[in-house]
Each structure stands twice: as structure tokens, then as C-alpha cells.
């Protein structure tokens, strides 16, 4: 049986782009599940709990802080606002076993989202039954992993932090093969990757809100997204 699922990345408030690549595919791409890491996993616990692109992008729009060090309580707002009419996916990084970790549906409270977006030395790990975690794009931006393990056949997955200069990616690279976070593609599994044309914006903008270069970046997720998922390709 064929399951479609819907991946987004970590990356900040570049996740903006996520949202307009949603509204872009929302009304020809159905997921039967959606996974994400950090930001993607706010976004995910978002889409999954029913909200409309249209809705997400005003969300979006009336953040109500300046940067993410600011985040604790807006996190809480978008898990208490939202419950889950689908299968939803939050990946967390345990970082005493520098492994992944991956929650679902009922397992995941807002401690969990307020985890998966820990990024280190910015916002506080979360202690869950005894296992401290951290941002879940940590080992892997896109938790894709995730979406195979739970049987995903077909996969659209947004990654925001590509492409990235060599110097950034060199990194993650070692960090993934040496705590085996690569995920194998199984035969049969579609993978749909969807990335910016180009970087979306410094570090220092991923970091820090700021209402114009949100709008720019859910422009540009639409634009891209559009281009490479027409209606009639799902």
C-alpha cells in the first residue's frame, strides 16, 4: 500500500520557505503523513493539525518575537492550538547517544516541539523521561529516516538549509556517517527533494525575525515549489 509523506528540515525562520512550498502542493499533494525536524516540526504539528497554508502563512506572519531565543512560549501556543488529524512525525536528537529519536502522534507533547527546536547554546535541551534532547536537525537536517521507518513509499522532503556552502556541509557530512544518520533508500520509495535555488540567507538571519524577509522567503518556497510540483504530477 502506497503512503505519501511530507518531510521539512530544520533551519530557523527559513522555514518560512517550507510554507510556501505548502501552499504551493497543498491542493494536489495529500500526505498521509508528515515529519519534521526543528522548525519543520512546528510546521508539521501545524499542517497535520489542519491548518490551511493560507492560515500557516499568517501565522507566520504575526510572530509575536525577535528572535528564537524567544521561542519557549510561541512553541506551547502552536502545540496547544493544533491536535493532529493525521499521522505526524517530530524527529529529536537524544545527545548523550548522538542518536535521532523520532515521536508520533500521541507520544508527542509540547515539550517534544520545544526539544526538536533546542538548538544548541540558543534555547534550553528539554529532559523527557530521564533522556535529554536537542534539536532534532542536529545529525540530519532532513529526517527522511524518519518518513522510510515509518513506511513511507513516497516523499515530498523540503530542505531549507540547501545548498549550503562546502565548508557547512563538510560537517554534517562526518557527523552523519559517524553516528550513521545517512538514511538508505529502500527500493520503491520516491523521493521528491525540494530545495532554494540558491542559499536563503546568513545564519544571523535564520536566527532573527523579521517580517519582510518572511514574506520573501514563503514567496520564493512558492515559487519553487510550483516550478517542480505542477497539479497532475501526484
Same mark, same amino acid.
Given at each position: 500500500?502506497?503512503?505519501?509523506a511530507l518531510v521539512l528540515s530544520g533551519g530557523g525562520f527559513f522555514g518560512a520557505y517550507e510554507v510556501g512550498a505548502w501552499s504551493a502542493i497543498e491542493s494536489h499533494f495529500k500526505p498521509?503523513?508528515i515529519v519534521g525536524a526543528s522548525i519543520g516540526s512546528l510546521n508539521a504539528w501545524s499542517i497535520a493539525g489542519g491548518a490551511s497554508a493560507a492560515e500557516l502563512t499568517r501565522n507566520w ?11 519557549? %512560549? $510561541?512553541?506551547?501556543?502552536?502545540? %496547544? ?6 499521522? /505526524? *512525525?517530530?524527529?529529536? +536528537?537524544?545527545?548523550? =547517544? #548522538? =542518536?535521532?529519536?523520532?515521536? /508520533?502522534?500521541?507520544?508527542? +507533547? ?6 526538536? *527546536? ?7 535541551? %528539554? ?25 513511507? +513509499?513516497?516523499?515530498?522532503? #523540503? ?5 549550503? @556552502?562546502?565548508?557547512? #556541509?563538510? $560537517?554534517?557530512?562526518?557527523?552523519? #556517517?559517524? +553516528? ?15 530545495? @532554494? ?18 514574506? =520573501? ?12 510540483? $505542477? $497539479?497532475?504530477?501526484?
Amino acid at each position: 500500500m502506497s503512503k505519501r509523506a511530507l518531510v521539512l528540515s530544520g533551519g530557523g525562520f527559513f522555514g518560512a520557505y517550507e510554507v510556501g512550498a505548502w501552499s504551493a502542493i497543498e491542493s494536489h499533494f495529500k500526505p498521509d503523513l508528515i515529519v519534521g525536524a526543528s522548525i519543520g516540526s512546528l510546521n508539521a504539528w501545524s499542517i497535520a493539525g489542519g491548518a490551511s497554508a493560507a492560515e500557516l502563512t499568517r501565522n507566520w506572519l504575526n510572530l509575536k518575537m525577535s528572535s528564537i531565543t524567544h521561542a519557549s %512560549q $510561541p512553541i506551547e501556543e502552536i502545540y %496547544q492550538a493544533y491536535s493532529p488529524r493525521m499521522d /505526524v *512525525c517530530v524527529v529529536l +536528537t537524544d545527545i548523550l =547517544r #548522538v =542518536r535521532t529519536r523520532s515521536f /508520533v502522534n500521541e507520544q508527542i +507533547t509540547g515539550r517534544h516541539l520545544a526539544a526538536s *527546536c533546542a538548538v544548541p547554546f540558543i534555547l534550553p535541551f %528539554q529532559r523527557i523521561d530521564g533522556v535529554w534532547y536537542a534539536d532534532g536537525g542536529l545529525l540530519n537536517a532532513l529526517p527522511l529516516a524518519a518518513a522510510i521507518a515509518l513506511g513511507a +513509499t513516497e516523499i515530498i522532503g #523540503v530542505n531549507v538549509w540547501a545548498p549550503l @556552502p562546502w565548508w557547512a #556541509v563538510t $560537517p554534517g557530512r562526518v557527523a552523519r #556517517v559517524l +553516528t550513521r544518520s545517512n538514511p538508505k533508500i529502500p527500493k520503491g520509495v520516491k523521493i521528491h527533494l525540494l530545495t @532554494p535555488r540558491k542559499f536563503l540567507g546568513t545564519f544571523r538571519q535564520a536566527a532573527n525575525y523579521d517580517r519582510a524577509t518572511v514574506e =520573501r522567503w514563503i514567496a520564493e518556497g512558492h515559487a519553487d515549489a510550483t516550478k517542480h510540483f $505542477p $497539479p497532475g504530477m501526484f
